[in-house]
Each structure stands twice: as C-alpha cells, then as structure tokens.
C-alpha cells in the first residue's frame, strides 16, 4: 500500500518566490495535518482537514501561508511570498479518526530552503 | 494553549544501557502517542496509550501512561545502535488535533 506521498522532497528556492507543496494522503482516511519542523520549534501544527473541510488553521504563522484541499486525494500548502524564515521540513500526515482514536501516518517531508 | 514537554532533549548511551525519556503536560488528553523519527524520514507510530495507568510493551520498550492521562514514559531496556533516533511524544486533543512534544534525541553508540 502506498503511503503518504509528498512532492517535491526538496526545493531551494529565492526570496519572494511562490512555492507549492503537495500531499496525496492515504487513500480511505478523514483527516489530513500539515506540519512543520525544525530544530528550533519542533514540529508544529500549520492546519489540519477533517473530510476536507479546514477545522483549525491557527497554526498558520500569517496571510503568506494558505493551505487548501480540493478533494480528499490531494492537498497543497503554499507559501507566497516566501521567506528565509520559512526554511524548514513541511510534513504531511493523513489519519483515519474515529471518535477519540487514529495514528498519525506520515509523508517524507519537502526540505524547503529560502534564500 | 496545550504543551508537552519531553526530557532530557539529548541522550547518549553505551550501547547495553538502560534508558528513560519523559513525556509531561499539564493538560489531559484522551491518548498520548509516541513516535520515532528517522533522520529524512517522517515520524512513525510506536504506541498508544489510552487508558490511564496503562502499560504497554513493544518488544525491549516499555510506555506507561500516567494515571492522570497528562504524562507518559518510555523505557528502553539494552539499547542498541537501531534505537537511535528522535523519540517523539504526541496528545491526541479528543479526536481533533495532535499535540507534538519537541523530541528526545537519543544516540546509542556501538
């Protein structure tokens, strides 16, 4: 079975430059989270879809980010303008919740690199 | 705002040692989760914990969940070189959203 599919895995990029990032989450579940990591902050919750529907985007850090998914096989997160602070590992994780329960399952990440 | 804390941030070990890693919060979750994360990988699920006191155990791991449901711990009895990694603890919210502590990197060397 496939996993968590993430595109592209790395992308350097300039300042100011538009960038799209892509998860196809596993197929048959609900929930779909976008995280970010780094070292200094951990991984922290950007915004997560229950059904597709946005249920909490607090956790993007301002207007530059927006995160949207059209149908339950695909979602992207774009940053516009990007900015050297924006470097960081973006992970895309898909769950399967019912009630109170459900893992986490995890994509590769995309190492995103401003300049 | 919920948080989770995680001591110690780095470990290093011989390899043969025993080893501790905390997971501590002052909010309630309906279950905690740990995970490990390789380096270029995303993290993967280790165990859940739902019920408060609980005790599970994955082959030389060994989680407890606290009889509260704000804390958890994760023993690894003779670590070895394959445990390395970063130890990642997470609150389920009540089916809404997970709650990741900052991670305990752990290094066991040969």
């Known amino acids: 079975d496939a996993g968590v599919i993430q595109s592209p895995r790395h992308e350097v990029t300039e300042m100011g430059q538009e960038v799209t990032l892509r998860c196809k989450p596993i197929?048959?579940?609900?929930?779909l989270f976008w995280y970010r990591q780094t070292m200094m902050r951990g991984l922290e919750l950007l915004i997560y879809f229950n059904n597709n529907v946005p249920i909490d985007d607090s956790g993007m850090p301002e207007d530059r980010f927006s995160a949207k998914m059209p149908n339950a096989s695909f979602s992207t997160l774009k940053i516009q303008p990007s900015e050297p602070r924006d470097s960081a590992v973006y992970f895309c994780a898909s769950s399967f919740r019912t009630g109170r329960s459900g893992e986490l399952f995890f994509g590769e990440g995309s190492r995103l690199t401003v300049l | 705002t919920q948080l989770l804390e995680q001591s110690p941030q780095f470990l290093s070990i011989q390899e043969g040692e025993n080893l501790t890693v905390y997971c501590n919060s002052s909010s309630v979750f309906s279950s905690l989760q740990w995970y490990r994360q390789e380096p270029g990988e995303g993290p993967v699920l280790l165990v859940t914990?739902?019920?408060?006191?609980e005790v599970k155990k994955l082959k030389r791991l060994t989680f407890q969940f606290g009889d509260a449901r704000k804390d958890s711990s994760l023993h690894i009895t003779a670590a070895q070189p394959g445990d390395t990694g970063l130890y990642l603890c997470a609150g389920d919210n009540y089916g809404q959203n997970f709650v990741f502590g900052p991670g305990t990197r752990l290094s066991v060397l040969p």
């Open positions: 197929s048959g579940h609900n929930s």
């Open positions: 914990v739902v019920t408060g006191g």
